[in-house]
């Protein structure tokens, strides 16, 4: 994946003549904006998927139980952590747009995919080690544990959360590369 990610950024850019060499000034109120916009998009489909039944991952509730064990205010902190995490990210996607002196649906959706296998295969077996509140799959359950461990892929929470949190990832990078202006 990071080679065909070098790819796009060497050798499917615009011509010169339609690309800004010299100074990419990033879209700031774009970031702003859509950044939020893409995240309660993101946080919508993966939080619909869970009232549909369609996967029991509830990410306001992991981010939120790492600060307090109580389920309402740990819903609405963890809310507010992971609308705070997409700016960050939607940061991240509109400084590489801005670096590649270009952005599209597609480039933002393939930007999204890779963000949600890195969270799928590398975040989410962390958090067990990290999360005060969550139990871990080495050690077993324990009398603090409030939330059961992800698992590889997430698959503890259900057999589509992989598919739902790429989906939710590429809707992300979509909404992001098809609104920003990296010039």
Do not use: K
């Not at 990410?59 to 600060?67: E, H, I, Q, R, S």
């Not at 997409?86 to 670096?99: D, E, I, K, N, P």
């Not at 990290?130 to 871990?136: E, F, G, I, L, V």
């Not at 739902?164 to 590429?170: E, K, Q």
Request: glycine share 16%; proline share 8%; no cysteine.
């Amino acid at each position: 994946m990071a080679v065909g990610l070098v790819w796009l950024g060497v050798f499917a850019r615009p011509p010169r003549e339609t690309r800004s060499d010299y100074h990419n000034p990033m879209d700031w109120l774009g970031w702003a904006t859509f950044g939020f916009g893409a995240t309660a998009a993101l946080t919508s489909i993966m939080v619909g998927a869970q009232l549909l039944g369609i996967s029991r991952m509830d990410m306001p509730m992991m981010l939120g139980t790492a600060f307090t064990g109580r389920p309402g205010p740990a819903r609405v902190i963890g809310a507010i952590v992971h609308l705070l995490n997409g700016q960050a990210f939607g940061l991240l996607y509109v400084g590489a747009f801005a670096a590649l002196g270009w952005a599209t649906w597609w480039l933002g959706a393939l930007f999204g995919l890779g963000h949600g296998i890195a969270a799928l295969v590398l975040i989410m077996p962390l958090l067990p080690g990290a999360h005060p509140r969550m139990a871990s799959e080495r050690s077993g359950p324990e009398l603090g544990a409030h939330l059961e461990p992800p698992g590889f892929f997430g698959l503890n929470y259900g057999r589509a959360t992989p598919i739902v949190t790429l989906v939710a990832h590429v809707v992300f990078g979509g909404l992001l590369g098809f609104f920003i202006s990296p010039h």
